[in-house]
């Protein structure tokens, strides 16, 4: 890929502008974060709730980032095709039919990945004290808190799901940058503590940042596992919270789970 004269790989690309997009978007919701009458907490409940400092956030995610980017370029390294192939690969990507088959792949892929993983990380009391417990200290999700994980949660979660998903849907690099960057944004906007209106996740998306907000609640910590883009495995496997979005006396959003008898 060329850009303003100079080439580019695509591999390059594929490993480093999902971490600019991570974030550029992150910032967005930064600045956005003092809508008090979007927030699904108060500014006062993130500052207290929470059990780790917002630097040690940005730490961990980028040790995570600099881990995802020299697995990625290995993968990269490993999968890579000869001049032919890539050509050949560079132009099937004007598929639009093509393109939207290997997404959901990739999606499809991803998200029973995460699932798996991510559910037995809460089974598992081992794995919950000593590695996924990390993630949950983060009581009220903010943006750029969406990938601060244990280092090894970060490989077994994102880093293999991602290299599983480019794998399977049969992807190029080229593909890669916009499907990586595509997951990137959905991540952060599930963890972004904010109930925008209009916002296109929220209306395409069953899985959002309401719908993960109840995870991360003491309540819904044995629900709602699916990440990042379906609910469709926690419907299949019973661990789905239905819940409503309630209006707060003080302005804002909470989400409160709803009691569905057993004989529904």
Not at 95 to 105: D, G, M, T, V, Y
Not at 192 to 204: A, E, K, R, T, Y
Request: proline share 3%; with cysteine.
């Amino acid at each position: 890929m060329m850009m303003m004269g100079l080439a580019i790989s695509d591999e390059f690309l594929g490993t480093f502008v999902p971490i600019m997009v991570y974030w550029v978007y992150s910032g967005i919701y930064i600045c956005l974060g003092s809508m008090e009458r979007y927030r699904l907490h108060s500014k006062v409940d993130e500052d207290e709730k929470n059990l780790v400092t917002k630097s040690t956030v940005v730490k961990g995610v980028l040790l995570q980032q600099t881990l995802q980017a020299i697995i990625s370029i290995i993968l990269f390294k490993i999968t890579g095709s000869d001049d032919a192939d890539a050509a050949a690969a560079t132009t099937q990507q004007f598929s639009l039919l093509l393109l939207a088959r290997q997404f959901i792949i990739a999606m499809l892929v991803i998200d029973t990945w995460q699932y798996f993983i991510h559910r037995y990380m809460h089974l598992n009391k081992f794995l919950y004290k000593h590695i996924h417990s990390q993630h949950h200290r983060l009581i009220v999700p903010y943006s750029y808190g969406a990938l601060y994980n244990h280092p090894l949660e970060g490989l077994l979660l994102d880093t293999i799901g991602g290299a599983l998903s480019f794998l399977f849907s049969g992807m190029s690099p080229r593909t890669a940058i916009f499907f990586f960057s595509f997951a990137t944004i959905k991540t952060v906007d599930d963890h972004c503590g904010l109930w925008l209106p209009g916002n296109p996740f929220h209306v395409f998306f069953s899985n959002n940042s309401a719908y993960h907000d109840v995870h991360h609640q003491l309540y819904g910590s044995k629900y709602n596992f699916s990440q990042p883009f379906f609910v469709m495995w926690d419907r299949i496997l019973g661990t789905y919270l239905p819940y409503s979005l309630e209006e707060r006396a003080t302005g804002g959003f909470e989400t409160r789970p709803i009691k569905v008898s057993k004989d529904e």
